[in-house]
């Protein structure tokens, strides 16, 4: 099984609809992340949360909640879809431990289609 | 502003060969730059971190090299295998924050047979 979980790998939509992203780990790290990736463009950071009390925005937060339910599970919310939301979402993990050098382990990724 | 310029966009070289991929960045003050390979319709997966002081750094047959002072960095692919097909990419830590980082856009790669 994989270490970093997410679910749905793919979701068709319509604009308006609330969306949910599910990403649960059992790498047993504190530190969770959202990102998007769109073609051509480097990954882009939406939410991050390094424990269960403490989340943050990224650059790109406008149009995204989350919820940080357990340590190891991280949700990411589009309240209402559009169609420029259409994207690969990844999200990620780090252990604390190994401070700004710390490896990303990511998921496979969801791909969301907002029509 | 904190860029990360990769280049080229995308390379088609046949297997067995070598190849070589460039990283320029901006970004300051520097805490650490990375390579990710990342397969398509899959998430990234890291190869190397380098740190400052840091020149050189090898994961099996991938070679990265990092300059500093000219804020370049290469990544160098030993006799290319089918399964080295993927988008490679390179992304900048700032100093000071250990969740900002900053991402190339990739280059993509092509081992033909």
């Known amino acids: 099984d994989a270490d970093v979980t997410q679910t749905p790998r793919n979701r068709i939509t319509k604009t308006g609809k609330r969306i949910m992203l599910e990403c649960s780990q059992t790498k047993g790290h504190d530190r969770m992340y959202w990102y998007r990736q769109d073609p051509g463009l480097g990954l882009r950071l939406i939410y991050y949360s390094f424990d269960v009390k403490d989340i943050n925005k990224g650059e790109i937060s406008d149009g995204y909640s989350v919820s940080r339910q357990a340590q190891a599970k991280f949700s990411l919310s589009l309240e209402s879809a559009i169609p420029n939301q259409t994207a690969l979402y990844f999200c990620?993990?780090?252990?604390?431990?190994?401070?700004?050098?710390?490896?990303?382990?990511f998921g496979e990724g969801s791909r969301l289609t907002v029509l | 502003k904190n860029q990360v310029e990769q280049s080229p966009q995308s390379l088609i070289i046949l297997e067995g060969k070598n190849c070589t991929l460039q990283c320029n960045y901006t970004v300051s003050p520097f805490s650490n730059l990375r390579w990710y390979k990342q397969d398509t319709g899959r998430g990234p997966v890291s190869l190397t971190i380098?740190?400052?002081s840091e020149n050189t750094k090898s994961n099996g047959r991938y070679t990265a090299t990092l300059d500093a002072d000219t804020k370049q960095s290469s990544l160098h692919i030993t006799a290319s295998q089918l399964s080295d097909s993927a988008s490679y990419i390179c992304?900048?830590?700032?100093?000071?924050?250990?969740?900002?980082?900053?991402w190339g856009a990739g280059t993509k790669l092509i081992i033909k047979p």
């Open positions: 992304v900048v830590s700032e100093k000071g924050s250990d969740y900002q980082l900053i």
């Open positions: 380098m740190t400052f």
């Open positions: 990620a993990t780090s252990d604390f431990r190994t401070g700004t050098t710390g490896e990303l382990f």
